[in-house]
């Protein structure tokens, strides 16, 4: 009987530990670390400073946290990276800004874009998008969204130019008020499928298209074809590039981006494409982030690959550099290593980089063993570091302080 009690007071005790010690989101998975930063109301205006804006699901400290009604945070908080006084700090912006991001969205964490030039962050949230200066002060901007019943929260990959007269968005949704037949589309009775790139004046709000999607569907219901993401405005908006992945059967896919020219009227003109040349046979690939380089000469973007290899999978997630040609085409390695770049930016001067990485960073992991005989490995999060390098990825430096437990869109910013 004894033996019995003895047993059953330590189950309890490893439940009620589990419970404790295990996040809000997934038991499973160990608590992110405290990382409890100063506050600042108004950015540095000398120096040298990164932001890092983050907004992802699971993102950990400092993330504003706010939950949704399914328990998940949605928040948005932003970083500051002063590399001259080796400090990091939230920047605390006045309360009338919402932080909150669109619960239903398909990319959380491409919801912010630099201006350079104004000097200005553009920030989408679930009440709309604003222009925040380095004090604080801020204003909406009025966008327009194309059909007749798509919304702004249908809109994500938000890209401003640097003097902020222009704004490029994805649109992803179906136009309920539109239902006209179409016979390559068999969902058409539940509206017109958008799933393309537009761009529109700030002052003038009018949506022009600057690529479509090419989507095809399986019997099942599964698309494939060409679809397009992530606008990126050249430094003096004359040009625009954009990311591409295609799918085809299998749910095979590869990536690249294409680089586009913006006529007198308007209209956007592919002058170059460019193929990301798979280093193993991926099962998928993809551009998941692309920016220009301050001069307008390069391009920068993160492709994603997953692949396996008898039997176990493994990804890499590579920063490639081109020039604004599309040609030189390059992958950048650090201390002669391919180690994963998860987001990265050009300094102002166009001679630096500063990136995510998990190199050089731990896991945080629970011993489950029926977690480990399901599936092979533990449920660890991936911490990552900050780090700074010259574009050809020779003086990489590392920044941070402590390694964090998530990343998001970084700007360097002066």
Same mark, same amino acid.
């Given at each position: +009987? ?99 991001? @669109? ?6 964490? +491409? ?39 798509? $919304? ?78 992530? @606008? ?100 950048? $390695? ?35 063993? +029926? *977690? ?32 964090? *437990? ?9």
């Amino acid at each position: +009987m004894k033996t019995l009690m003895l047993i059953i007071a330590l189950t309890l005790g490893l439940i009620i530990w589990i419970a404790g010690t295990h996040s809000y989101a997934d038991s499973l998975y160990p608590d992110i670390p405290k990382n409890n930063l100063p506050k600042i109301r108004t950015l540095p205006k000398q120096g040298q400073v990164i932001l890092d804006v983050r907004s992802t699901v699971l993102s950990g400290d400092p993330i504003s946290q706010i939950r949704d009604s399914n328990g998940i945070y949605n928040g948005i908080k932003i970083g500051v990276f002063d590399l001259l006084n080796h400090s990091e700090s939230i920047w605390d912006l006045p309360s009338e800004i919402s932080l909150r991001a @669109p619960i239903l969205c398909n990319s959380c964490t +491409m919801r912010a874009s630099w201006a350079a030039t104004t000097r200005q962050l553009l920030l989408a949230t679930n009440k709309g998008a604003v222009l925040i200066d380095g004090a604080g002060h801020y204003k909406k901007l009025r966008l327009r969204m194309p059909g007749i019943s798509i $919304r702004y929260r249908d809109a994500d990959e938000f890209a401003i130019s640097n003097d902020g007269r222009f704004l490029a968005f994805k649109v992803d949704a179906r136009d309920r008020e539109d239902k006209a037949l179409d016979p390559n589309d068999p969902y058409a009775k539940f509206g017109k499928l958008y799933d393309e790139l537009i761009y529109e004046h700030t002052r003038d709000p009018k949506p022009i298209t600057i690529a479509k999607s090419a989507i095809h569907f399986y019997g099942n219901g599964q698309p494939y074809g060409k679809f397009v993401s992530l @606008p990126a405005w050249s430094p003096n908006s004359k040009r625009i590039a954009y990311a591409y992945q295609k799918r085809g059967s299998g749910f095979l896919a590869s990536a690249g981006i294409v680089i586009a020219n913006i006529s007198k009227q308007g209209v956007v003109v592919s002058s170059g494409t460019v193929a990301i040349p798979p280093v193993h046979q991926p099962d998928d690939a993809s551009v998941d982030e692309l920016r220009w380089s301050p001069d307008g000469t390069q391009l920068g973007f993160v492709v994603f690959e997953y692949w396996y290899e008898h039997s176990d999978q493994y990804s890499r997630y590579t920063l490639y550099t081109v020039n604004a040609h599309g040609r030189g085409l390059k992958a950048v $390695r650090f201390r002669n290593k391919n180690i994963n770049v998860n987001a990265f930016a050009w300094s102002p001067s166009g001679q630096q980089l500063a990136l995510r990485s998990d190199y050089q960073a731990k896991k945080l992991c629970n011993s489950n063993a +029926m *977690f480990y005989f399901d599936t092979g490995n533990e449920p660890c999060r991936m911490s990552e570091n900050l780090f700074t390098s010259n574009v050809d990825g020779s003086g990489l430096k590392r920044i941070s302080k402590k390694p964090d *437990f998530r990343h998001g869109q970084l700007f360097w910013i002066q």
